[in-house]
């Protein structure tokens, strides 16, 4: 039997003496949309915060994926060599090179190409990159107002 969940929505409460009471809220460490406010469960028991994703509209075809047995990336700039370098080793050999685009009037890398041809899927940073058991790519966007 699973237990159903609530989590709240405290909204800020202003006190009459001028200060402000708020609940600390919780967002997905998915894409980083606010959730509600932080729960019991929200922390293991080794003091970690535990991952929400599966409580998130949009993150939740992530989880579901990785369940069916998908391996899955998350795409920033402080980690996309490591996520290259990891999909670079995949066999068979997957290709992967950073995407560029210009921004500001500069060439900047923005994302990441994984593939060749016609099955090549692009990802921008704050995307996930999604690989089936069958080792086929597709990319699941981040929200707009969850890019940073």
Known sequence: MTTTR????????????????????RCCN??????GDVAD???????????????CGHCLPLV???AAGCRTWQLWPRDIATVADQ??????WVF????????????QVVGLRVG?????????????IIRDPEGRFT??????EAQR
Request: hydrophobic share 25%.
């Open 6 to 25: 609530i989590r709240t929505h405290t909204p800020d409460r202003q006190n009459p003496d001028g200060s402000t009471t708020i609940h600390l809220k």
């Open 41 to 55: 469960w929200d922390v293991d028991d080794r003091g970690e915060l535990t991952d929400v994703r599966g409580e």
């Open 87 to 92: 999909i670079d080793r995949l066999r068979p």
């Open 64 to 66: 579901e994926a990785e």
């Open 139 to 144: 990319v699941h966007s981040a929200p707009k």
């Open 116 to 128: 060749e041809g016609e099955s090549r899927v692009v990802a921008f940073f704050g995307d996930w």
């Open 96 to 107: 992967t090179k950073g995407y560029w685009q210009e921004v500001d009037g500069k060439l």
């Open 30 to 35: 998915g894409c980083g949309q606010h959730l």
